[in-house]
């Protein structure tokens, strides 16, 4: 019986053109009815099908095991949040580059919250009547050049290629239809095929509605922005060649492979 996930939405690039697609029998149905393997694309991130985003936010310590895991004695009372260009994005199964010089560069496996129409003073009790689906972002940080906690400078968290994002983005009601909502998610990443974190989004600090209430109080989210809700405990330093794969419950597994940046 045919199976198709309507629900996982994706971008690639197939036979040099962009198309969208979702998910058939283990395969990616284009949008022109053709389906093909997973290894015969390029994949992209899977945000342009909603709109592209115009801004992008970005929690640090949303997790309590985290902020403790980086010494904070106590987590932060409101979100701290930073904001970030879409060119730090990259696709499932690309390359991130890590500067040859710096001694710590870590992943940070995130849940990643795309808005599907405009929110301006969103009650939280609402606040998921806005989203418009979910994907599994990777949100790589280099602490050599942290100057500041609370606002990481550019060459720490908005850098290209450090950003992958996806495979897919799935459907906001069918997440809430399987699990109620996304706050009880499995988190886990491997570094080479050994658990290096594992979390739950139950446990972020500050909760989805809770952040889509927060930001729209005196910000304008608009369709295809992009919410980094934060990362458990568990980071470690990445080298190139390692392959990295950061996987939330029933939204999705992304792989990254660390390259050597040139020169």
């Known amino acids: 019986m045919t199976q198709h996930h309507a629900y996982k939405h994706a971008r690639v690039v197939y036979q040099g053109h ?24 390029q994949w ?57 010089d710096v001694q710590f560069m ?4 995130e849940l990643a919250v795309v808005i599907g129409r405009t929110a301006r003073r969103v009650k939280k009790e609402d606040a998921y009547d806005y989203v418009r689906g979910y994907t599994v972002a990777n949100d790589y940080a280099i602490r050599d050049y942290l100057e500041n906690w609370y606002r990481p400078n550019l060459r720490v968290k908005n850098r290209d290629t450090c950003t992958p994002i996806g495979p897919w983005l799935i459907d906001a009601a ?23 974190q594992s979390g739950n989004t139950r446990d972020m600090i500050f909760d989805v509605p809770t952040l889509i209430a927060y930001f729209s109080r005196f910000m304008t989210l608009n369709p295809g922005d992009v919410i980094l809700t934060g990362t ?4 470690v330093d990445c080298q190139p060649g390692d392959v990295i794969v950061t996987e939330i419950e029933g939204i999705g597994t992304l792989t990254n492979t660390i390259a050597l940046a040139p020169r």
Do not use: W
Not at 22 to 41: C, I, K, N, P, S
Not at 90 to 99: N, S, V
Not at 175 to 195: F, I, R
């Open 18 to 41: 962009t198309v969208d697609a979702t998910e058939q029998d283990g395969q990616l149905l284009l949008a022109d009815g053709r389906l093909v393997a997973f290894d015969q694309v």
């Open 44 to 100: 992209l991130p899977p945000l342009a099908p909603v709109a592209r985003p115009r801004t992008v936010i970005a929690l640090g310590l949303n997790y309590a095991d985290h902020a403790k895991e980086l010494a904070f004695k106590e987590p932060p009372k409101e979100p701290l949040a930073f904001v970030k260009g879409e060119a730090s994005f990259i696709g499932h199964q690309q390359l991130t580059l890590r500067p040859g």
């Open 106 to 109: 870590h992943y940070e496996c």
């Open 174 to 196: 069918h997440v809430h239809a399987e699990y109620g909502d996304p706050m009880n998610l499995a988190l886990q990443t491997t570094v080479n095929g050994q658990v290096t």
């Open 232 to 235: 458990p405990d568990g980071v």
